[in-house]
């Protein structure tokens, strides 16, 4: 059973950049893909990312790509997701997930999941 936790979450100005972690243990970080998601106020929670386990591949939703990177250190147990230019749309509690499968864009397709960080971008 992996446990995650997100961490780096706060206020930022529009234009700002922030980067999340995302600490795991209890299970075998170096073999699954890791995934972002975020949830805006009062919407659905939507997919952000998602890097392959040695890191060479990641993929991104269009609203996000060109100004967020993933990347992760597998000799921390940690995953990371740098935000630049921020926007106040990009206004979200932003989770971060386990999965076998590189490149999965389905909620379902995660097996562990964090708490949430809160990221809030002011204009």
């Known amino acids: 059973q992996m446990q995650l936790a997100e961490s780096g979450g706060g206020l930022v100005q529009a234009g700002g950049s922030l980067r999340l972690s995302c600490a795991t243990s209890?299970?075998?970080?170096?073999?699954?893909?890791m995934g972002w998601f975020r949830q805006p106020p009062g919407k659905e929670r939507e997919f952000v990312g998602n890097?392959?386990?040695?890191?060479?591949?990641?993929v991104y939703s269009d609203s996000v790509k060109g100004r967020f990177t993933l990347s992760r250190d597998n000799a921390k147990n940690t995953a990371y997701l740098q935000m630049d230019s921020l926007k106040p749309e990009d206004t979200a509690v932003y989770y971060c997930?386990?999965?076998?499968?590189?490149?999965?864009?389905?909620?379902?397709?995660?097996?562990?999941w964090g708490q949430g960080a809160q990221v809030t971008v002011s204009s």
């Open positions: 890097i392959l386990w040695n890191g060479f591949r990641t």
């Open positions: 997930a386990a999965t076998n499968y590189f490149g999965a864009r389905r909620q379902q397709d995660y097996d562990f």
């Open positions: 209890g299970g075998t970080f170096s073999r699954v893909a």
